[in-house]
């Protein structure tokens, strides 16, 4: 069963730019969480979706947002970008139960420059 | 609040020698309990929880609600249990696959 998977692997981005991630899940999780992952914060929880629908979200301004797709694939985006946005997001997929084993991406490391 | 705190960044031991890496949770309910890895070039992946009551690679982690700690055992540690490890706890308010978690203990195994 293939794994996780998050596009692009890495990206380099300017002050005031706007950015999309891509994730796509183990096939039959419907389930999505996104995660920040700094040296200064750790682990974050950025959203979770389900069925198209956010049902989860974190301590997160308005310029992070998200959707997923009807095939359960997930984009986040990052609009105006900060020097403090720069950290390593992953994704993870599960199951739609909930508390199931989440399953994480290798990540998208987001500089911005 | 919710939090996760794992007092350790670093936890440097000898192979063969007994590990505990430490985890204390703040959290109004019944939290569920998780250990996740991270071997070096490696995703994350979950170790253990503690609804499972198992012992995966030699690791046990037993949830104290009194002492609100869900501390990560082994016996003897290998070299290959080098990683970074996770606590991290998901709950009913928190609602669904939200996991909250600690900073993390970079275990080191040293021949």
């Known amino acids: 069963k293939a794994g996780v998977t998050q596009t692009p692997r890495y990206l380099i981005k300017t002050r005031g730019q706007q950015v999309t991630l891509s994730c796509s899940p183990i096939s039959g999780h419907r389930s999505v969480s996104w995660y920040q992952q700094t040296p200064g914060q750790g682990l974050q929880f950025l959203f979770e979706?389900?069925?198209?629908?956010?049902?989860n979200k974190g301590n997160f301004p308005g310029r992070f947002s998200g959707r997923q797709f009807s095939n359960s694939r997930s984009e986040m985006n990052v609009s105006t970008l900060e020097l403090g946005d720069s950290a390593l997001y992953l994704c993870a997929s599960s199951r739609p139960a909930q508390n199931n084993e989440q399953f994480f991406g290798p990540g998208t490391r987001l500089t911005v420059l | 609040a919710q939090r996760v705190t794992q007092p350790e960044k670093l936890l440097s031991v000898f192979k063969g020698a007994p590990v505990e890496l430490k985890c204390n949770y703040s959290?109004?309910?019944?939290?569920?309990l998780f250990w996740y890895v991270q071997y070096s070039r490696q995703r994350l992946q979950l170790l253990l929880r503690?609804?499972s009551r198992e012992s995966i690679k030699g690791f046990t982690a037993d949830l104290n609600k009194g002492e609100t700690s869900f501390h990560l055992k082994k016996p003897f540690a290998q070299e290959e249990d080098s990683a970074m490890y996770y606590c991290a706890l998901s709950g009913h308010s928190g609602g669904y696959n939200k996991l909250i978690f600690g900073a993390g203990t970079r275990l080191a195994v040293h021949p």
């Open positions: 979706y389900f069925s198209e629908t956010q049902r």
């Open positions: 503690h609804i």
């Open positions: 959290y109004s309910g019944s939290p569920e």
